[in-house]
């Protein structure tokens, strides 16, 4: 009977052999799923797993040295960390069955370089000698607002989209939140360096305001912020703010509570790097209002955090991506008119280790299911997709999107730098590019809003021309010096 039984066990494993390098991703789930999600090999090609993301990996987990293809423990080593022939399974596995490239998305309709909707406003702009460095762009009241890393300030553009300079500023500003039509959130970077800098700030700005009441100071020495939102999250009739301190190694998102003689304590919500976009609202519909955040670095994904009505949240996962999506921003919005809160969502940042077009990168729409579960129900793909906009641009009573990609297809898809999505219905869209927009400047931030007054949506692209080209040979061919663009919706 022994020799039996063993004779059917070498059967079955003759039959069903174990899969090649099931050691290395097991050790990969267990280590690097400890992180954020397990990445699959598939998602990157075989260089740049092997000469770029394992080795800026391997040092978070105890591997010191690589050098010539070959990893080399570290000198000290913390306990609990991967070994070095575990790690060298790991290695293994990402290199045996990675592809060697990784091919393009497979569009599923033509991009139209037909204009559509929108025409090419210019801006009166003379300085040819300076590059653009375009860090924020904000439509309101009929004003365009901008700032710039080169030179750090505050400038509204008039009709004729002349700039004036409303103030200077320590540092670029990159998001501008307007709570009304007079008062805005201003925030400041501090540095736009992937450093641990505590230098970014907060500030309430009114633009119109005389010089010595157009600022408030509400945070100072805040980890490379990218965004802030405001609510009076304990019901105490003062305003509070919520910060995406997005950070280096260090960030997360923080609470700016209003004490009563006006100053603000920080409170952490999440000490967790990566915080790029934070929505409120009244989630769960208990009267009180909540926050969900977008986080773009290591574990990526949309997070729920739900009041607790004692001064805390408590935090729900909603989405999780593999750590080189490269997340980039989301939107709340009710897609299928259910009364259920679904999410626009864009991945394409291609400033890491991963320096490659993804064919994953692009616009998504995920449907609210019900109990906070949200299920993919649309993805068009757009190389380096940096942000999305969903809005009524036509007129016709459903929800169409303007996406624009920094890290586009420079060579082979420029026109995907900026895509106008028409829905035609039932979350089928038609996708349009603006013609001679591709020569006008590479976008990295936009808004929407009636600028010329005239009852529809217009949007206005900042560019930003110095770096940050991840293809070889490629060279800037577009206007590099002017700020932005405004794309004028002819609706009629």
């Known amino acids: 009977m022994k020799s039996l039984s063993a004779f059917i066990l070498l059967l079955l494993i003759a039959c069903n052999p174990p899969e090649p390098h099931e050691k290395g991703k097991a050790l990969a789930t267990k280590y690097c799923g400890s992180c954020h999600l397990p990445v699959s090999p598939t998602l990157l090609d075989k260089v740049t797993w092997t000469k770029h993301v394992l080795p800026a990996m391997a040092p978070k987990l105890g591997i010191g040295v690589w050098h010539d293809d070959e990893y080399y423990p570290a000198t000290i080593k913390k306990a609990g960390l991967v070994s070095f022939e575990e790690w060298m399974e790991i290695v293994a596995y990402y290199k045996a069955l990675a592809p060697d490239s990784l091919l393009p998305a497979k569009v599923p309709v033509p991009l139209k370089e037909d204009g559509n909707l929108f025409s090419i406003k210019k801006p009166v702009w003379k300085d040819t000698a300076q590059v653009a460095t375009t860090t924020l762009v904000s439509v309101n009241n009929g004003r365009i607002y901008s700032s710039s890393d080169e030179k750090a300030s505050l400038q509204v553009w008039n009709r004729q989209l002349q700039p004036s300079l409303v103030m200077k500023l320590e540092s670029a500003g990159v998001d501008l939140s307007w709570q009304g039509k007079d008062t805005a959130l201003l925030t400041c970077i501090g540095n736009l360096r992937a450093v641990d800098a505590p230098k970014g700030t907060l500030w309430k700005v009114i633009p119109d305001a005389p010089a010595n009441e157009q600022v408030q100071t509400i945070g100072l020495g805040l980890p ?29 998102l923080y609470l700016l509570q209003q004490k009563p003689d006006g100053e603000y304590e920080k409170r952490t919500v999440w000490e967790v790097a990566g915080a790029i976009h934070a929505i409120t609202g009244d989630f769960n519909s208990d009267g009180w209002p909540d926050i969900m955040t977008l986080f773009a670095y290591a574990d990526e994904g949309i997070w729920l955090f739900l009041n607790d009505h004692k001064g805390g949240f408590k935090s729900k996962n909603l989405l999780r991506f593999p750590p080189v999506y490269g997340s980039t921003s989301f939107q709340v919005v009710d897609w299928n008119k259910d009364g259920k809160p679904d999410i626009l ?9 991963s320096m ?43 929800l169409d999107i303007g996406s624009i990609a920094f890290f586009a297809d420079l060579q082979h898809r420029p026109a995907e730098k900026f895509i106008y999505f028409e829905q035609t219905g039932g979350l089928q869209f038609l996708p349009h590019a603006v013609p001679q927009l591709v020569e006008q400047g590479r976008w990295i931030c936009m808004d929407a809003g009636d600028y010329d007054q005239d009852g529809d949506l217009d949007i206005v692209l900042g560019n930003y021309s110095r770096g940050f080209i991840i293809q070889d040979g490629v060279r800037p061919d577009w206007n590099i010096n002017q700020p932005i663009i405004l794309l004028d919706n002819s609706k009629k």
């Open 224 to 252: 490379r912020p990218v965004q802030s939102v405001a609510a009076d999250f304990n019901k105490d009739g003062r305003m509070d703010y919520v910060v995406c301190g997005f950070g280096h190694n260090y960030g997360g």
């Open 345 to 353: 969502y864009t991945a394409g940042d291609n400033a890491d280790y």
């Open 356 to 398: 490659i077009l993804k064919p994953y990168h692009g616009v998504y729409v995920y449907l609210n299911k019900g109990d906070f579960t949200y299920e993919q129900a649309y993805f068009y793909p757009v190389n380096g997709c940096t942000k999305a906009i969903a809005a009524d641009f036509d007129g016709d009573g459903d």
